[in-house]
């Protein structure tokens, strides 16, 4: 059967673009398929079809029309799943937002003109819709507070999405993307159903591109989203174990969390086929360690951008941080050392900052630094932004983190820099050790194990004992140090 709509319209009574309903006709004729698992629940792809219906029809009835600004206040959950659906299929602005902080919330008001504020039930039994006091306010013309930059939106009867940036380095950036664009790439029209379904947990936060692309990733094999109700080692490893797990996308800073709190042997993860890594670089020496602990899964080094989307790529082995990128709707280029791209997922601008980050002829600078083999594999090696300059001399903290990784004395540790009156910056680094250790003790540690591998510029100046090490909510090492 056919995925593309027969010419009817959309339950809104608009005449909807090709394939917008497909999705949830889809989801419909795989019936009993399983298609989420939220708090040891499983609901059905036939549940979620209709769940989708049932809240875009009550989205309408509560004032939510077509183009507006809605900020989805949510996690992963069946609920929140079947809301951003059909906040897609009613053609509107989303903003889904983890947790509304203050700094979130200014950003919103400021440059996404918001009209609703949506949350849901875990399972979808509950819709609350409130007005926003940063949008146009009650009463308001439908429309009336469309920013230009919606405009493009409206014209194709698409839906948006906007992703606030981490604002590590100030103000998060709103980052404006066509919803239609990523579902028609991201999801497709669907794998040929296999007797047996892919379970694919969902680490990476819901309004996160990385979330949002493992969501439609799952929805593009027909497979299964199991949810976490915490992301700790514990938890997460815990859920491999019960459901048997075959893909866990996540980040290196945690998966070095469950090698040092070993719960990779505290749990049964041999289901494990696949684990992709991104949003931050892979140190060498972790991912070997992973390979070893984790023999029978692949590891995948993963690449995107918020503004770009995610890339499919193909790493060179398990063993190698060194990665291709091998999707035909992407194209790179590396231009002194960073690298760019251009992609069919790429964003149509920000709302609230110049488009600085493109290029005049349409590139976007992503900021990281790439080699190249001459067959075409790249290897990350930091962030132009982390790199510490030490009287004119570049130091890439991973280089010196995978270094330190090596040390058995060592379980993890990152390095950044810190300004210096003499050098302009000087060379830092936490350590969270492997057992007992004094602060003496892990500097003398640390030059020692460095001491004929880098170059005596590279050295940290300073060596600090850390318990935890400082990671975002995203779980990413914080480099950037106020």
Known sequence: MSDELDGREAPDGHGAPDGRDALAERFARLGDRPAVIDKGRTHSYGELAHAIRTTADRLRERGVAPHEAVVLNADFSFGSIAALLALYLNRNVVVPLVAITE???RTVNDSCAPRHLVKVADDGSELVVEPMAGGAGPGAEAGAATPEAYRPLVEAG???LVLLSSGS???PKAILHNLDTLVAEKAGSGARVGSRTTNILMFLLFDHIGGINSLLGVFKVNGTAVLPARRTPEEICALIEEHGIRLLPTSPTFLNLILIGDYHRKHDL???RMISYGTEPMPEELLRRLHTALPRARLLQTFGTSETGISATTSESSES??????DENVQYRIVDGELQLKSRTQFMG????????LTEDGWFRTGDLVEEKEDGFLKVKGRAK???????EKVLPLELESILLGSP??????????PNSITGQSVCVDIKPSGAMTRAEARRHVHEFLEGKVEPFKLPAKVNLVEELRMSERFKKQRIRA
């Open 386 to 392: 982390e790199v510490i300059n030490v009287g004119g």
């Open 409 to 418: 004395l060592i379980d993890d540790c990152v390095v950044y820099g810190r």
């Open 350 to 357: 920000y709302l609230n900052y110049p488009d600085d980050s």
């Open 270 to 272: 041999s289901s494990l």
């Open 158 to 160: 698409a839906a948006g």
């Open 103 to 105: 700094g979130a919330l």
């Open 169 to 171: 380095t100030g103000a």
């Open 321 to 326: 941080t060194y990665f291709r990128i091998s």
